[in-house]
């Protein structure tokens, strides 16, 4: 099937498999590595990204389900090489770990911020359920979002989220053999 998906602010349109999940399009046809694989089965939520502004585990939605959709991933976030506020709180209040969980779960947090600006810790924890870190860094990851709150101006949402890009179109052989 042929899907157009705005990914960081540039357009592609690419033939997928139906069965291709949106994680394997991001990584293996786009080469947005740094949204990664952690369970494959929807429990982990490392693999998660914003699908028109909403936070979604990849590895549960298909590619050709964001056709036409804006996604937004976690290398699509800094601009002007300057980190975004969830990114720099993150980095300044070491909730990084080993950081296989981090661009999973900074995309949960802006999701989060965006719907409550000033969340309590019970809040952030409460948002953050089904992102795991299973080196168990919870504290600093509560400690970052609650931080980056303060850093941001309410309402964080996708507006904050777009880079400009061109419109990038590959020929179906760019591709043969699709899927995994």
Do not use: W
């Not at 209040?93 to 965006?114: E, K, R, V």
């Amino acid at each position: 099937m042929r899907i157009t998906v705005n990914v960081d602010g540039t357009s592609y349109t690419d033939e997928v498999e139906p069965r291709t999940l949106l994680v394997h399009y991001l990584r293996e046809t786009l080469g947005k590595v740094g949204t990664v694989i952690g369970c494959d089965t929807s429990n982990c939520g490392a693999c998660t990204v914003h699908l028109n502004g909403q936070s979604v585990k990849s590895c549960s939605v298909l590619a050709v389900q964001a056709d036409g959709a804006e996604v937004t991933t976690i290398e699509g976030l800094a601009r002007d090489g300057k980190l975004h506020p969830v990114q720099e709180a993150f980095h300044d209040n070491h909730a990084l770990q080993c950081g296989f969980c981090t661009p999973g779960m900074i995309m949960q947090s802006i999701d989060l911020l965006a719907d409550n600006p000033n969340p309590d810790e019970h809040a952030v924890r409460e948002g953050l359920e089904g992102n795991l870190c299973r080196c168990t860094g919870y504290q600093n990851i509560v400690r970052a979002v609650r931080d980056a709150a303060q850093r941001m101006s309410p309402g964080a949402g996708p507006e904050a989220e777009r880079v400009s890009g061109d419109d990038v179109s590959r020929a179906p052989s760019a591709f043969a053999g699709g899927g995994e």
